[in-house]
């Protein structure tokens, strides 16, 4: 997929496509609907994109280089980087990883038990150019924060999406460069709402500790809204260290 809708990233890179759910956040996973459409059923486990998918990384990095500009890529929209099931591609995908230095892999899974042992050999203290993130929906799921803390990266971020209560990420803040949040998209009578005093508790405490804050979108009446907007400020802000990047 070129230029993702997401609005805090500029492509999303499918290693693989399909998943199992793992957590509330789960509930109304947009695969579902995505794969269904193209005859593909989405939750019975990761199956390896085509190799015309793969090449695509090389030509936005060629891209990246020559414009002297670094694209974020969110990888493994369309399932989990760190799903077991895909642990025989892992190594192949950590090769284009390595190789496409002008991109910012934005790595986020659910599955942050997993991120150590499925790290390449030569990960050190974290590629420069590749960006470690977990999901936390509630204060249920903290314990990904945990996890993600123990690795070193680049940058480390957390999404917040679906935002279903107000969560206190303050003793896990100052290991985090980033936080997103958003509601849930799904049907007016299936979705969960979100509490904007949630958000604000979030925005709160990334401003208390120095964390990037982007809100990436919320319900107004049925209208799903991507302006940032909150209080009347756009909060939409990306970690500092990618622009600061320099690579060898
Ligand atoms: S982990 Fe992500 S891709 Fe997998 S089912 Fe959950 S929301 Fe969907």
Known sequence: ???????????????????HKVSPA????????IMRRSGREPFHGPIRTSEATWK?????????????RRYRVFTCSMSDFFHAKADRWRSEAW?????????DWQILTKRSHRIARCLPDDWGTGWPHVWLG?????QAYTNRLDDLIQIPAAVRFVSAEPLLETIN????????????????RAAVE???????????????????????????????????????????VVRQAWPTQSSNLTLA
């Open 1 to 19: 997929m070129e230029f993702s809708y997401i609005g805090w990233t500029d492509h999303s890179m499918n290693f693989w496509w399909g998943c």
């Open 26 to 33: 789960c509930k109304y996973c947009y695969i579902g609907q």
């Open 56 to 68: 695509k990384a090389f030509s936005w990095d060629r891209k990246a280089a020559r414009l002297g």
């Open 95 to 103: 090769d284009v990883i390595r190789q496409c230095r002008h991109l």
């Open 134 to 138: 977990v999901t936390v929906e509630s």
């Open 169 to 184: 990420i303050t003793p896990w803040a100052s290991d985090l460069d980033w936080v997103i949040t958003g509601c849930e």
């Open 190 to 232: 299936k979705r969960r709402p979100m509490d904007p005093d949630a958000v604000r508790s979030l925005r709160e405490q990334c401003d208390r500790a120095d964390v990037a804050f982007f809100l990436k979108q919320y319900y107004a009446g049925n209208q799903l809204q991507f302006d940032g907007q909150l209080d009347g």
